[in-house]
């Protein structure tokens, strides 16, 4: 399979978990983080791409709908500010992550705790 089909599977809407689970271990990060961002990816899958070595991969692993509570706290530790940065921003960050992120070193991850809190402060 080409690298313009494999993209074309993983961006696909009808792809299935299955298919997404098999294209999430391919060569080619383009594709890991295409199926990172698929909404039809499962939790298991996502967990598997948390570790992946790329981090616009981990980072779209914690932007995605999906991803559960203990990859984001996994993640919430990630080396590069923009994956925290993303976990920020993930509506279903818990609270204890929130928190370990408003000490972080990075003023953009800082802010995005502070607008999550404030989202959820509106939400009462």
Do not use: N, Y
Request: no cysteine; hydrophobic share 45%; net charge neutral.
């Amino acid at each position: 399979m080409t690298h313009a089909e494999k993209m074309q599977l993983a961006e696909h809407a009808a792809t299935s978990a299955e298919t997404l689970a098999g294209l999430a271990k391919d060569p080619d990060p383009s594709v890991r983080q295409a199926v990172a961002r698929h909404p039809e990816t499962s939790a298991e899958t996502l967990a598997g791409l948390a570790t992946d070595p790329r981090w616009a991969v981990r980072q779209a692993v914690a932007l995605h709908a999906g991803t559960s509570a203990e990859t984001l706290a996994g993640l919430a530790t990630d080396p590069r500010w923009a994956v925290r940065w993303a976990v920020a921003l993930h509506a279903g960050s818990p609270a204890e992550t929130l928190a370990g992120l408003a000490t972080d070193p990075r003023w953009a991850v800082r802010q995005a705790v502070a607008r999550h809190a404030a989202l959820k402060a509106g939400e009462r």
